[in-house]
């Protein structure tokens, strides 16, 4: 029978898999790829415990797992699926069904908007909100408004990777948690 490996361990395979991508997609950016870590069986299923994990330690009273369009969805059924709880998307305007509410939010190029179906998420329910990224934050700072006016209670934002440089998180409220910081 094989030790059982550490979150630490499981959390330094992961890192050692995201690609790093130099000038990317313009002239001074490093991008950091997620997908490197995801086509790799062991580092999906380390990242999964990594997620899983946390949740279950940091937010138990979790009812419902939101994933942001489109790298948050990757990962939100996942979640879901092992805690036993619902998941719903956010998405980009036009592309959810039904009564949908909106919020437009800023980028560093300009503004998108975010839908959420107002049948979603009940009043009251507690939401963890889930993506790859967390960088300026106006995506996160969005979902947790949609989730607002639809009645639910964000009770964490979970995110595989931070940019710490680019201060995202001071835009949050609440509980916020990232597995990796650059």
């Keep these: 029978m094989s030790p059982s490996i550490s979150a630490e ?3 330094d395979y992961v890192k050692s898999k995201i690609g790093e991508y130099p000038n990317f997609p313009k002239e001074g950016i490093l991008f ?13 299923v380390y990242l999964r415990d990594l997620l899983v994990d946390h949740i279950r330690e940091s ?3 979790a009812e419902i797992i939101v994933g942001l369009d489109s790298r948050g969805f990757l990962f ?3 979640i879901a699926t092992e805690l036993g709880l619902g998941c719903a998307p956010i998405r980009k305007k ?3 069904a039904g009564e949908v509410v909106s919020v437009e939010y800023k980028l560093e190029y300009g503004s998108d908007t ?8 009940k ?3 507690k939401v963890v909100v889930v993506d790859d990224l967390l960088a300026t934050g106006g995506s996160l700072v969005a979902a947790t408004e949609l989730i607002r006016k639809v009645g639910g209670v964000v009770v964490e934002s979970l995110v595989v990777m931070e940019l710490v440089g680019l201060e995202g998180r001071k835009r949050l409220d609440g509980k916020v948690h990232s597995l990796i910081k650059y």
Excluded: M, W
């Design 9 to 11: 361990d499981k959390l």
């Design 32 to 44: 950091r790829d997620i997908f490197g870590a995801l086509t790799d069986p062991k580092a999906c």
């Design 59 to 61: 937010a138990p009273e």
């Design 76 to 78: 939100n059924l996942l």
């Design 94 to 96: 036009g592309k959810l």
């Design 114 to 121: 975010f839908e959420l179906q107002k049948s979603a998420i």
């Design 123 to 125: 009043p009251g329910q």
